[in-house]
């Protein structure tokens, strides 16, 4: 029988939400200094499914984290999160960034990089959001294990790959 960490992803989606008011270089400096990983949950933890995924919100004005677990198993392309997908690619998967259009704007091309077991790569992207009242920033880091038991600092150590896909939101 395989080992099912062989195949286990675990994908952590951080987004971080601000209005206009709070775009400015003092906003800009708060944010820069907000983490790039979190501890993962028990539920992540003691998670028996192929694919496990840790949702994490903060938003202005103190920036205080909302977190949520979701897990799937069997043969599914695994945590989806809007843009970004992990997807078999032979021994391996494929971290897709995909710019649907309800991720912001301004559209981007799709960029992708593979991971083979035991590695993990770390995606931003941001978009920019106009609504009837107002506009609001998300900014995004999406943290992809594949093959790698989950531990609660999985995602302390630096990535083994990184895929930028963050544009100027003007």
Not at 7 to 20: A, D, N, R
Not at 26 to 52: I, M, T
Not at 69 to 91: F, I, K, L, W
Not at 116 to 142: L, P, T
Request: glycine letters at 8%; hydrophobic letters at 35%.
């Amino acid at each position: 029988m395989p080992d099912a960490t062989n195949s286990m992803i675990v994908m952590q989606q951080i987004t971080t939400i601000w209005s206009k008011s709070a775009r400015g270089a003092q906003g800009r400096e708060v944010r820069a200094r907000l983490p790039q990983w979190y501890p993962l949950p028990d539920a992540a933890l003691v998670s028996r499914a192929s694919r496990v995924g840790h949702l994490v919100q903060r938003r202005e004005p103190d920036y205080a984290t909302t977190e949520s677990v979701e897990t799937t198993s069997g043969d599914s392309t695994g945590p989806q999160h809007r843009s970004v997908a992990a997807v078999t690619d032979g021994d391996g998967i494929a971290v897709v960034f995909e710019w649907p259009g309800d991720c912001g704007v301004p559209a981007r091309h799709q960029r992708r990089i593979v991971l083979r077991s035991g590695s993990w790569a770390r995606v931003y992207y941001n978009g920019r959001f106009i609504g009837h009242e107002h506009s609001w920033y998300e900014d995004k880091i999406v943290n992809v294990a594949f093959g790698i038991l989950p531990i609660r600092d999985l995602f302390q150590a630096p990535p083994t790959a990184e895929l930028e896909c963050r544009v100027d939101l003007w």
